[in-house]
């Protein structure tokens, strides 16, 4: 049996042009048949979208809201069932990592969204008494979500949070499913259909396909009726959609990739090179490396420390068994990624092969080169290798290391490790002033790995990381911005201005920027 899609307010066989199968990728058993949608399909959901976002457009803000919560709650009570088949389509742990971490993330951030959209305050309502203009942030239209592979319920394109993100704002969503965990995206739009019904949403405010042809997503992301897209993927694959939504003028919020570097200072290997060794080691084997903020590239200076550092992170990778790797292209991409970085210059400290186990798996690999030969071939020495690998640079000075920061690309994160006790300060003062402007976000003495659901994340970067430096795809309300336009009321009659810029504030505790200065109050 080949599953159905979601369109248009009803489950129905797709119009498609073949079927795929998504493994297993701890077995390389095949799995469940899903459709690949022609434009057909594509066609239908457009429309539909549109008709639900005029639909939406009605609505109070509180409709949002309650569709997010219902969402949220009905993940939950399939939660053994969606986390089983996270499993059997990731290989993902289930505890603690899909049930006890990922699963409660991707809840929260639900009713995150559900608050800011209650609430208000995401859309920045500004009013200026003087010159009866007023102005605030509102929904687009439809927003297209396609999530990535490594993350099948937090970043989900059915209740992740770009879903999330461009609900709460006021957007109906059309996704399109991870093709390495179809199954899980099915269940979580089950779950946000019975959600649908209990909150009284227009019943296309969800639609889901599966699999497109590159061509068809690609006219997808360029339609007139799409408001936007949310992409987190390939850097190859997110810069053709991006080259086509930037052909039409649409925007397209883009996550591609990210070395995520960790500059690691003397005198913090000096004062706790083990405790350092070992936290790194953790946060890039973690999940066998599969994370967009793994640490993949490692700055160092040369010296023995150094070089006791780098023999205790063997000892802890050798120690390690591989993970299990999402999937059979992952594991090639891993594989010619590691052979790139080879080619250029550096030269293996320890794995580099695939790894001999039942499911698709990569031996843990360290590289390594100089400092000088970093610089000889920059660009083609942070080639990402998405997986459980990361490249040692080590320069000679400080000088060096100092050019070598200068030469990275745009990362999601970057991190120094210093001396409690000031004995790298000097140091830091020079690296962190060049390694800010290269990053989203800085952090000292602590590795990537973890991002929190907190307003004041960014999970965004300069590009490759993504597509623009001034949005992030976690941290509410911020990431809602992404996903509105600004609307401009100038001399508009006060009973025909939407409720967040009519002189009473509708909700009593929205913040607004009246007349130069942020209050709750309403216009006096």
């Known amino acids: 049996m080949t599953h159905p899609v979601l369109v248009a307010g009803r489950w129905r066989a797709a119009q498609a042009s073949g079927t795929f199968r998504p493994e297993n990728p701890a077995t390389r058993q095949p799995l469940e048949e899903y459709p690949v949608s022609t434009w057909a399909d594509c066609e239908e959901a457009l429309a539909a979208a549109s008709e639900a976002f005029t639909q939406m457009r009605r609505l109070p803000d509180a409709a949002r809201a309650d569709f997010l919560e219902a969402l949220a709650a009905s993940i939950e009570s399939r939660a053994d069932q969606i986390v089983a088949q996270a499993h059997q389509e990731t290989a993902l ?29 995401w859309a920045l309502p500004t009013i200026d008494t003087k010159n ?29 949070g770009d879903f999330a993100a461009a609900i709460a704002a006021g957007n109906p969503v059309i996704a399109k ?23 009284g949403m227009p019943p296309a405010s969800v639609q889901l396909l599966y699999r497109l042809a590159h061509e068809d997503g690609e006219r997808l992301v360029a339609d007139r009726r799409v408001g936007a897209t949310a992409y987190t993927g390939s850097r190859a694959a997110g810069l053709k959609l991006k080259a086509a939504a930037d052909r ?10 990210s070395v995520n570097p960790v500059i690691i200072l003397p005198g913090a290997l000096k004062e706790r090179r083990d405790e350092i060794a070992s936290q790194f080691a953790t946060s890039c084997l973690m999940g066998a490396g599969q994370f967009c903020t793994n640490p993949g590239l490692v700055l160092l200076l040369a010296g023995d420390e150094t070089e006791r550092f780098i023999e205790a992170v063997v000892e802890r990778f050798k120690a390690t068994p591989p993970g299990t790797l999402l999937s059979a292209g992952v594991m090639q991409s891993l594989a010619q990624s590691i052979s790139a970085l080879i080619r250029a210059g550096a030269h293996t400290v320890l794995g580099g092969r695939p790894a001999a186990t039942g499911g698709y798996a990569h031996a843990n690999t360290l590289l390594r080169v100089t400092g000088s030969q970093f610089l000889e071939a920059p660009q083609a020495l942070q080639t990402e290798a998405f997986g459980n690998a990361s490249l040692l640079v080590v320069a000679e000075d400080l000088d060096e290391l100092c050019r070598v920061v200068d030469e990275l690309e745009g990362n999601l994160t970057g991190c120094l490790y210093t001396h409690s006790g000031g004995l790298d300060d000097a140091a830091y003062d020079q690296l962190a002033p060049r390694l800010r402007q290269k990053v989203g976000r800085l952090l000292n003495d602590k590795m990537p790995t973890g991002v929190v659901v907190s307003p004041a994340m960014n999970h965004g970067g300069p590009f490759p990381a993504t597509g623009h430096p001034g949005f992030t795809a976690v941290g509410i309300p911020a990431s809602l911005r992404r996903f509105a336009m600004l609307q401009c009321f ?35």
């Open 177 to 199: 499913a991870n093709s390495s965990h179809p199954g899980t995206t099915r269940l979580l739009a089950e779950a946000a259909w019975e959600a649908l019904q209990r909150s």
């Open 490 to 524: 100038d001399h508009v009659r006060p009973h025909r201005l939407p409720p967040l810029l009519q002189d009473k504030n509708p909700t009593g505790r929205t913040w607004r920027w009246i007349d130069g200065r942020w209050t709750t109050d309403d216009v006096a």
């Open 93 to 121: 742990p289930v505890a603690p990592r899909l049930a006890q971490a990922e699963l409660p993330r991707t809840t929260d951030q639900l009713r995150q969204a559900a608050q800011a959209a209650r609430e208000g305050s």
């Open 132 to 160: 009866q203009i007023r102005s605030m942030l509102a929904p687009l239209g439809p927003v297209v979500v396609l999530g990535p592979n490594n993350f099948p319920l937090a970043f989900n394109s059915v209740a992740g």
């Open 248 to 257: 039409a003028g649409k925007p397209i919020y883009l996550e591609l990739s």
